[in-house]
């Protein structure tokens, strides 16, 4: 999707902060550039809207040069968020959305839909908002805004600088789970700067770390946590946080036995099991133990009154799961990503082997820590050995 090539960005005081740059962003991908102060990070992003011209080699959008397309129009068909918001304080919430859609001779009716859209999606009723001003909201509300106003003209790739930094550690933390909840729906390729690892972590489908100009890694949070390309990333990534990390279980060692029924059982038996078991959702599985879905309680309820109604007539997909040979980490994030109580645990035939629940996650690894040589030691609010 957009491409680097042996880009150079030095100033005129002779400071050069990116040094023969090679990189590749996929479509569709967020990719946090991150390091410290200085390291060029945000002057690699901006030289993508062309806001920074670099000073040698090239930047291709789908193969396309960008040194050879109008600023002005590569600009409008590129998001940008920055940490400072810059909603236009005498222009209503509706209207500082619609801004961009309007510079690009949007039909009325057409920008007016989008904005609402936009609106509902970030969980603000446009009836409500869209007419108010941005000091008439708080400084998380204004930030979403600030988000979808990126969106608004539907741009393939959406730069963001930083966007919630300045916020409180709640409003950011929801912010971050907006985001990935958004990047689900909308599918863009985000470019994201931060310096904060935390934040990189949980939004990032991969990070590129940024010392001096140069790029020290590239790859995905799970792989930089588990083999970190030398002692710098080790040092910026925290010794706790790889401490943490090593100390996982495995997905064997703590899920739990699931609780099942035949897609044959009747729905007055399924309430019976489920009471006995105290579960509110059953997983259905054949006779090999395959797994065919699951049913909820409130399934059940819709459908009671049917009698000849068996589980199999209202049983749901099952959308997560997770195979038993992959990594705690994945399924931890999977659970904190999707905000599910359960995730079921399966074979590479489908079988289901068990789950891992809330509960069964504290326990585990609460005797998995109390169980580490040394003991426990509490630092700056994180259990490491």
């Known amino acids: ?14 400071r050069t902060v990116v040094d023969g740059l090679n990189l590749h962003i996929r479509e569709g991908e967020i990719l946090v550039l991150i390091g410290p102060s200085g390291c060029g990070k945000t002057t690699t992003m901006k030289m993508i809207n062309r806001l920074v011209e670099p000073t040698k080699g090239k930047i291709f959008i789908k193969d396309e040069d960008i040194s050879k397309l109008d600023p002005v129009q590569l600009r409008r068909n590129i998001g940008y968020v920055i940490q400072n918001i810059g909603l236009l304080p005498h222009m209503t919430i509706a209207e500082n959305v619609a801004l961009v859609p309007k510079l690009k ?21 446009p009836e ?8 008439e909201l708080s400084g998380g509300q204004q930030q979403r805004i600030g988000v979808i106003r990126a969106m608004a003209a539907d741009p393939p790739i959406i730069l963001m600088d930083e966007p919630f930094s300045a916020l409180d550690p709640i409003s ?5 789970d907006e985001l990935v909840r958004l990047q689900e729906v909308i599918s863009k390729t985000i470019i994201f700067v931060t310096h904060d690892i935390d934040e990189a972590i949980k939004i990032a489908n991969r990070i590129c770390i940024v010392k001096d100009g140069n790029i020290v890694q590239v790859d995905t949070p799970e792989k930089i946590l588990r083999h970190p390309g030398n ?6 990534i925290g010794v706790n946080r790889l401490q943490k990390a090593e100390v996982l279980p495995s997905i064997r060692d703590i899920m739990a036995k699931p609780v099942t029924a035949r897609p044959s059982k009747g729905l007055a038996e ?3 099991q489920m009471r006995k078991q105290k579960v509110d959702t059953l997983l259905i599985v054949d006779y090999k133990q395959k797994l065919l879905g699951k049913v909820s309680v409130w399934d059940i309820h819709n459908n009671f009154q049917k009698e000849e109604i068996l589980l199999k007539d209202v049983q749901n997909p099952v959308i997560h799961k997770i195979n038993v040979n992959q990594s705690l980490a994945e399924a931890l994030q999977i659970i904190s990503k999707h905000h599910i109580a359960y995730l079921p645990v399966v074979s590479e035939e489908n079988e289901l082997v068990g789950v891992i629940t809330r509960s069964s996650l504290v326990d585990v690894m609460a005797e998995r820590f109390q169980e580490v040589e040394g003991g426990l030691v509490i630092e700056e609010g994180a259990i490491v050995c």
């Not at 999707?1 to 002779?14: C, D, L, Q």
């Not at 409500?128 to 000091?135: I, M």
């Open 128 to 135: 409500v908002y869209g007419s108010r001003y941005p000091n």
């Open 270 to 272: 399924a309430i019976v």
């Open 231 to 236: 002692e710098f990333v080790k040092e910026f």
């Open 105 to 125: 001779k949007w039909d009325k009716d057409a920008y007016i839909a989008r904005v609402n859209e936009l609106l509902r999606m970030v969980n603000l009723d």
């Open 1 to 14: 999707m957009i491409r680097f090539e042996n880009i150079v960005k030095t100033y005129e005081n002779g």
């Open 172 to 176: 950011r933390e929801q912010l971050q």
